[in-house]
């Protein structure tokens, strides 16, 4: 009983969250001036844990990310995300997500579902940005995805699978974002807290990022969505052109819970990876990010795979 009441304070502080969102949003929107074309290309996030901007309004975002990492309590395994984010406005953007793994030498397993919703604070662009951010969480006992760190302590599988398959890790996600541009470099910072829903307890965690767009991204963004969506071929650099390439460091760990907060370095997982995007098109990019775990709670290594497509006016096409 008291779990179903928890998950349905959640589901309710979702509903609060994404109405206030949109008042917010409507009021904003008729003042606002027509959105930045550098916005639109820097807001799809290059990181695969920290969140910056909201998406362009009227786009969607399709990912797919798969993520090898070697374990170091239990065997290695693969996890991977179906994510899908739409921009109801310029300030407001709700997102989707699915996910699962496969345990070498187990079979595959799913992992659960996510639902989030965030929220530039402020309309007009400033030295710090604002986000809010929150997000439930309905997954098992199995689901090993690092879309965050929190906590102490490492999240390898070490029980046996079919049990943590049937054991519900429902939680609610928030996030305080800021993030500032300087043109083509975005630097950003993510505050977790992630609130079990059956015990109300409170790990911490945080993500941070900077990021240098690829200067093709850029040659898009100046010639505006129209110019996006058919620019000419002759515009674009070769297929293995360094134009293509975007660069940046993306570091991810735990600040403790409700009975100790800060850095604990030997019982808290800390990682740190080079992360790279290609632009194959102006639609299409490729995401790898190697990545180190610092700590001895930490997976030695996980490479960080993903494939994302943009598509902008999906209602006006």
Same mark, same amino acid.
């Given at each position: 009983?008291?779990?179903?009441?928890?998950?349905?304070?959640?589901?309710a502080?979702?509903?609060?969250?994404?109405?206030?969102s949109?008042?917010?949003?409507?009021?904003?929107?008729?003042?606002?001036?027509?959105?930045?074309?550098?916005?639109?290309?820097?807001?799809?996030?290059?990181?695969?844990?920290?969140?910056?901007? &909201?998406? &362009?309004?009227?786009?969607?975002?399709?990912?797919?990310?798969?993520?090898?990492?070697?374990?170091?309590?239990?065997?290695?395994?693969?996890?991977?995300?179906?994510?899908?984010?739409?921009?109801?406005?310029?300030? @407001?953007?709700?997102?989707?997500?699915?996910?699962?793994?496969?345990?070498?030498?187990?079979?595959a397993?799913?992992?659960?579902?996510?639902?989030?919703?965030?929220?530039?604070?402020?309309? /007009? *662009?400033?030295?710090?940005?604002?986000?809010?951010? #929150?997000?439930?969480?309905?997954?098992?006992?199995?689901?090993?995805?690092?879309?965050?760190?929190?906590?102490?302590? #490492? *999240?390898?599988?070490?029980?046996?699978?079919?049990?943590?398959?049937?054991?519900?890790?429902?939680?609610?996600?928030?996030?305080?974002?800021?993030?500032?541009?300087?043109g083509?470099?975005?630097?950003?910072?993510?505050?977790?807290?992630?609130t079990a829903?059956?015990?109300?307890?409170?790990?911490?965690?945080?993500? @941070?990022?900077?990021?240098?767009?690829a200067?093709?991204?850029?040659m898009?963004?100046?010639?505006?969505?129209?110019?996006?969506a058919?620019?000419?071929?002759? /515009?674009?650099?070769?297929?293995?052109?360094?134009?293509?390439?975007?660069?940046?460091?993306?570091?991810?760990?735990?600040?403790?819970?409700?009975?100790?907060? #800060?850095?604990?370095? &030997?019982?808290?997982?800390?990682?740190?990876g080079?992360?790279?995007?290609?632009?194959?098109?102006?639609?299409?990019?490729?995401?790898?990010?190697?990545t180190?775990?610092?700590?001895?709670?930490?997976?030695?290594?996980?490479?960080?795979?993903?494939?994302?497509?943009?598509?902008?006016?999906?209602?006006?096409r």
């Open positions: 009983m008291r779990r179903n009441l928890k998950f349905r304070v959640a589901v502080v979702l509903i609060v969250f994404g109405m206030t949109a008042a917010w949003a409507q009021a904003d929107q008729a003042q606002m001036p027509a959105q930045p074309p550098e916005m639109a290309a820097m807001a799809m996030a290059p990181y695969f844990t920290a969140i910056n901007r &909201p998406m &362009p309004q009227d786009t969607m975002m399709v990912m797919l990310l798969s993520d090898f990492q070697s374990a170091r309590a239990s065997s290695d395994f693969l996890t991977g995300m179906g994510m899908v984010q739409y921009g109801l406005t310029p300030r @407001w953007t709700v997102g989707f997500m699915v996910e699962g793994q496969k345990i070498v030498g187990l079979p397993t799913y992992g659960g579902v996510r639902v989030g919703s965030y929220l530039r604070l402020f309309p /007009h *662009e400033r030295l710090l940005n604002v986000t809010a951010y #929150g997000e439930y969480e309905g997954l098992n006992g199995a689901s090993l995805y690092k879309m965050e760190v929190s906590g102490f302590g #490492g *999240e390898d599988l070490t029980g046996p699978l079919a049990a943590a398959r049937r054991t519900p890790v429902r939680t609610f996600e928030q996030r305080a974002i800021l993030y500032h541009d300087w083509r470099v975005n630097l950003t910072f993510n505050f977790i807290n992630e829903l059956d015990s109300g307890e409170n790990d911490f965690g945080y993500t @941070w990022g900077v990021f240098r767009q200067a093709f991204g850029a898009a963004a100046d010639q505006g969505p129209a110019g996006m058919g620019m000419p071929s002759t /515009h674009a650099p070769p297929a293995f052109s360094l134009q293509r390439l975007g660069y940046g460091l993306e570091m991810i760990g735990a600040l403790g819970n409700t009975h100790q907060f #800060g850095f604990d370095w &030997p019982r808290e997982q800390q990682y740190l080079a992360v790279f995007n290609y632009a194959i098109s102006t639609r299409w990019t490729a995401h790898v990010e190697p180190f775990g610092l700590s001895r709670v930490s997976d030695p290594f996980v490479l960080r795979m993903g494939l994302g497509c943009s598509i902008d006016h999906l209602r006006h």
